[in-house]
């Protein structure tokens, strides 16, 4: 099954796409998707659009799982413009009939390190020892991404015996 893993951000956007296999997993890429911050929102928001169908066009995937929105009570306006990113995400999944999982941040680091509170660094470590890499993923935002995707690969898998 191969499944793309989404961070979603208007400035940053991390992506991954695993394959997995039973309970092993394959990383086939990684990134981040980046606009302008001194570009127009509806500008940001189509470049956005743009590069996801590039990456369901390339590989196929059968599940996109996606970061839910986190909004901090003294940053409100963060959680709104990152709904906006999110929408233009969630939209594109739809148009190629790839159904989306949404997970919480705790969910997802939980399903990885049996921590829901673990640590950014927890999480690059859990990533890198899981998939084999040479180092821990970074930025911050790619290592979410394929965290997202793992954990919905985790849960397609239902719970470990």
Not at 38 to 60: G, K
């Amino acid at each position: 099954m191969r499944i793309l893993g989404i961070d979603p951000g208007l400035n940053l956007c991390g992506y991954a796409v695993i394959e997995s296999s039973g309970r092993s997993f394959k990383l086939r890429e990684a990134g981040v998707l980046r606009t302008k911050a001194d570009t127009r929102l509806e500008v940001r928001l189509q470049q956005i659009a743009s590069d996801i169908t590039i990456i369901l066009e390339n590989f196929h995937p059968e599940l996109m799982a996606v970061e839910q929105l986190y909004s901090h009570y003294q940053h409100p306006q963060t959680a709104v413009l990152m709904g906006h990113a999110r929408g233009v995400i969630l939209q594109k999944a739809a148009s190629f009939k790839i159904p989306v999982e949404s997970f919480a941040a705790t969910r997802i680091k939980k399903s990885l390190t049996g921590n829901g509170r673990a640590t950014k660094n927890q999480m690059q470590l859990s990533i890198q020892s899981l998939l084999n890499l040479k180092s821990m993923p970074e930025p911050a935002d790619v290592a979410d991404a394929i965290a997202a995707a793992l954990c919905g690969a985790n849960a397609m898998l239902g719970p470990k015996y």
